[in-house]
Nanobody, 119 residues
């Protein structure tokens, strides 16, 4: 099973930027699609962005297009989520998740990293 370690969260003022990182270990990195999800207090977990093993066909939550960008560095076995112009409503725990290419469900999850955006 692939292991995920996500990091990079913190406290930022509205309008600021953060970059989250997700490092994969335990399996061949290029055989996995990776996604970011987030869960705000007292809300359901929601999809943020995804990236295929090829690095192409990235997907984003419609409401986040233009502010968030997902990328991957295969040499570092790392997926990044760059977040710009952050808003208080972006405050949440952000999780990265992975699935083997072709699978439907994301079954491997990171421990989560807190992002807090102050107004």
């Amino acid at each position: 099973q692939v292991l995920l370690e996500d990091s990079g969260g913190g406290l930022v003022q509205a309008g600021g930027s953060l970059r989250l990182s997700c490092v994969l270990s335990g399996r061949t990195f290029t055989e996995y699609d990776v996604a970011w999800f987030r869960q705000a207090p007292e809300k359901e977990r929601e999809f943020v962005a995804s990236i295929r093993e090829s690095g192409e066909n990235n997907g984003y939550a419609e409401s986040l297009k233009g502010r968030f960008s997902i990328s991957r560095d295969n040499a570092r076995k790392t997926v990044y989520l760059q977040m710009y112009n952050l808003k208080p409503e972006d405050t949440a725990v952000y999780y990265c998740a992975a699935r083997p290419t072709g699978a439907f469900q994301y079954k491997s999850w990171g421990q989560g990293t807190w992002v807090t955006v102050s107004s």
